[in-house]
């Protein structure tokens, strides 16, 4: 399914529409948001079959809590939160089951035109190490980072639907970090480098 994007108004209006019971309202709610929750899950669980779980789970919880939720933040803020929840509880069951998988779908490359071919190549080239680097990291690790440094969640909120302390969400994010430079830049980590710093993603 692709996404149907609308207008900021426009998803104030659907969001209070469902929030009255209209499913119509909701369902164009997921249609606007699908590729971006999908395109999250993916990058939380490396694998198609997990993610459409997760989006699945993910609106299911969205339909059923639409009611508690205050408009604080934007609806796709929301709605991030919640497939991160899901996701970590869907990997949490499937550490028990098999091991990570590498998938080649999560849209990572920067297509837009007049983007120099060379500097795209390259562009392209590292974004797809760093791909399969965040793949590669333990599902704690990459869910942090991904959220963080993709997603530009704070620190807060990532330590609430992960259900771990603000603390442990920087260290683990610190870590993550870490590991990606290490895998990327080999010859360019020091003993004490990565401290403090952005995020590799961010960089790119």
């Known amino acids: 399914m692709g996404s149907e994007p609308v207008e900021p108004d426009a998803t104030e209006a659907l969001v209070e ?12 709610l997921v249609r606007a948001t699908y590729a971006d929750t999908y395109t999250l899950a993916i990058r939380l669980t490396g694998d198609e079959e997990d993610a459409r779980d997760v989006v699945q789970e993910t609106y299911l ?4 809590g639409l009611k508690r939720f205050r408009g604080d933040a934007q609806f796709s803020t929301w709605l991030y939160r919640i497939t991160a929840n899901c996701a970590n509880t869907h990997l949490g069951r499937r550490a028990r089951h ?35 680097a965040i793949d590669e990291l333990p599902p704690k690790l990459r869910a942090v980072v991904v959220l963080r440094d993709v997603y530009d969640l704070p ?25 990606l430079r290490e895998v990327l830049y080999p010859d360019h980590v020091s003993p004490v480098d990565g401290a403090g ?6 960089a790119m």
């Open 197 to 202: 710093e952005g995020g590799v993603v961010s």
């Open 98 to 132: 098999r091991h990570d998988e590498l998938t080649d779908e999560t849209p990572l490359v920067d297509e837009r035109p007049g983007i120099d071919p060379q500097h795209r190549a390259e562009n392209e080239a590292l974004r797809n190490r760093l791909r399969v």
């Open 61 to 64: 919880r969205a339909y059923r």
């Open 17 to 28: 529409r469902a929030r009255s019971g209209d499913r119509t309202a909701f369902e164009a």
């Open 155 to 179: 620190h807060e909120a990532i330590a609430e639907e992960l259900g771990i302390s603000e603390t442990a969400a920087k260290v683990r994010l610190h870590r993550a970090r870490r590991r």
